[in-house]
């Protein structure tokens, strides 16, 4: 039983060698295909990235169901992610251009036609991602960014409804505190 969970079929070299060439190829192909992959997944995304994890597991594993192998193809996997990340880290240069660089989807209030375009987002999905962030209206942004890792900073014209309810609560009880001490001050000059 224990001989054919641990026998390698394939030679250990190549068990290291495969998961690490999908993994180049994956991390170029993501970044040819664009932020989108990486953004907010819509159901056609999700199923290719389901897709891309079963289509690619025989590349890395091989003929080999063995749980060495499998140990094997995790280990470099992980390593050849260790080694590119401190690479990267190390050159920064390398980094943007193999991260891209980041997308404004809206200055201003008004939506970029053209980068919304390059990126494949329909007004639809903008207007998803607005309201997660709790606005309502595209004019109501100031800046919307989709950054080169597929997340999306969004920066408000004016202050959201809770911000402007927060304040509203703060002048209000600001001015409960001053009228409070206005009649302690009342209470304590008719009693002296």
Same mark, same amino acid.
């Given at each position: 039983m224990f001989e054919s969970m641990f026998h390698l079929h394939l030679p250990i070299l190549e068990k290291i060698i495969r998961p690490i060439i999908v993994y180049l190829c994956l991390i170029v192909f993501l970044r040819l295909f664009g932020k989108r992959?990486? !953004?907010?997944?819509?159901?056609?995304?999700?199923?290719?990235?389901? @897709?891309?994890?079963?289509?690619?597991?025989?590349?890395?594993?091989?003929?080999?169901?063995?749980?060495?192998?499998?140990?094997?193809?995790?280990? !470099?996997?992980?390593a050849v992610n260790?080694?590119? /990340?401190?690479?990267?880290?190390? /050159?920064? =240069?390398?980094?943007?251009?193999?991260?891209? @660089?980041?997308?404004?989807?809206?200055?201003?209030?008004?939506?970029?036609?053209? !980068? /919304?375009? =390059?990126?494949? /987002?329909?007004?639809?999905?903008?207007m998803e991602v607005l309201h997660k962030q709790g606005i309502g209206r595209i004019e109501d942004v100031e800046r919307c960014v989709l950054e080169p890792n597929g997340n999306f900073y969004v920066e408000a014209r004016t202050p959201s409804v809770q911000d402007a309810e927060r304040a509203e609560l703060m002048r209000a009880v600001d001015t409960l505190t001053r009228e409070v001490k206005a009649l302690r001050a009342e209470l304590t000059a008719r009693s002296g």
């Open positions: 992959e990486l !953004a907010q997944l819509n159901p056609f995304d999700l199923v290719v990235l389901l @897709s891309l994890s079963n289509t690619v597991q025989n590349a890395i594993i091989g003929d080999d169901n063995s749980v060495s192998g499998g140990i094997i193809g995790a280990f !470099a996997l992980l260790w080694v590119l /990340m401190r690479v990267l880290f190390k /050159m920064p =240069k390398l980094n943007q251009a193999l991260e891209g @660089s980041e997308t404004v989807l809206i200055r201003n209030g008004v939506l970029d036609r053209e !980068a /919304m375009r =390059k990126e494949t /987002m329909t007004e639809l999905e903008m």
